[in-house]
């Protein structure tokens, strides 16, 4: 049951910090890779990879959830 606690605890706080009330499992899994990766990173590649997710679907969603300026200097992404 710990564990459950532990993903309950994960899913709320990403959910949250996207500001989003539905969140695609994908970017959650994502998200997970990239923080189990901890300090040493992980590549979109390996990411990819790593939970069966073309690296073209893995980068989208990196630039989606990535803070950003875009060409016009708006500040985007989560």
């Known amino acids: 049951m710990k564990s459950a606690s532990k993903l309950i605890k994960a899913?709320?706080?990403i959910s949250e910090t996207l500001g989003k009330k539905d969140v695609p499992l994908?970017?959650?899994t994502l998200?997970?890779?990239v923080y189990e990766a901890g300090d040493k990173g992980v590549t979109t590649k390996e990411?990819?990879?790593d939970?069966?997710?073309t690296?073209?679907?893995a980068s989208r969603?990196?630039?989606l959830l990535s803070r950003y300026i875009d060409a016009?200097?708006?500040l985007v992404g989560f």
Do not use: C, H, P, R
């Open 11 to 13: 899913l709320k706080f």
């Open 26 to 28: 994908y970017w959650v």
């Open 31 to 33: 998200v997970l890779t």
């Open 47 to 49: 990411a990819a990879e």
């Open 51 to 53: 939970i069966d997710m």
């Open 55 to 57: 690296q073209g679907i």
């Open 61 to 63: 969603t990196v630039k």
């Open 72 to 74: 016009s200097g708006n």
